[in-house]
C-alpha cells in the first residue's frame, strides 16, 4: 500500500507560480508512474500531468503544457509539479496519484493510489 502525501498548495495572485510536493511512501518508490490530477468545485477530476517510473517520459494536459513541469526524485520518493504563469483557471484541488509499473493502460488511466490533496487558490 502507497500512502502519498502532498504539500505546497496555496493562495496566489495570477502569473505566479508554485511547486507541489507529493512524497511517497509504504512502497519501492520507482515501480510506479506518478501523476498529477485536479478538481475544481463542481467540476470532475482532470488529469494535469504524469511522469513514468524513470522520468524518462512525461505527459501533460493541453491546458497546462508550457506552464507545467512534472519531476521525480527516486532518491527522496518525491514527485513534483512546478507551476508557473498561473491563472485563476488553475484553481483546484491538486491530487498526487500513483501507478504500479505492471498496469497497462493510457497514461492519465490506472492510477490506483491517491493523497488527500493540496488546495491551488489563483486570485486575478
Known amino acids: 500500500q502507497v500512502q502519498l502525501v502532498e504539500s505546497g498548495g496555496g493562495l496566489v495572485q495570477a502569473g505566479d507560480s508554485l511547486r507541489l510536493s507529493c512524497a511517497a511512501s509504504?512502497?519501492?518508490?520507482?515501480?510506479?508512474?506518478m501523476g498529477w490530477f485536479r478538481q475544481a468545485p463542481g467540476e470532475e477530476r482532470e488529469f494535469v500531468a504524469a511522469?513514468?517510473?524513470?522520468?524518462?517520459?512525461?505527459y501533460y494536459a493541453d491546458s497546462v503544457k508550457g506552464r507545467f513541469t512534472i519531476s521525480r526524485d527516486n532518491a527522496k520518493n518525491t514527485v513534483y509539479l512546478q507551476m508557473n504563469s498561473l491563472n485563476p483557471e488553475d484553481t483546484a484541488a491538486y491530487y498526487c496519484?500513483?501507478?504500479?509499473?505492471?498496469?497497462?493502460?493510457?497514461?492519465?488511466?490506472?492510477?490506483?493510489?491517491w493523497g488527500q490533496g493540496t488546495q491551488v487558490t489563483v486570485s486575478s
Open positions: 496519484a500513483a501507478r504500479s509499473v505492471f498496469v497497462s493502460g493510457r497514461y492519465y488511466e490506472g492510477f490506483q493510489y
Open positions: 509504504g512502497g519501492t518508490f520507482s515501480d510506479y508512474a
Open positions: 511522469i513514468i517510473w524513470s522520468g524518462g517520459s512525461t
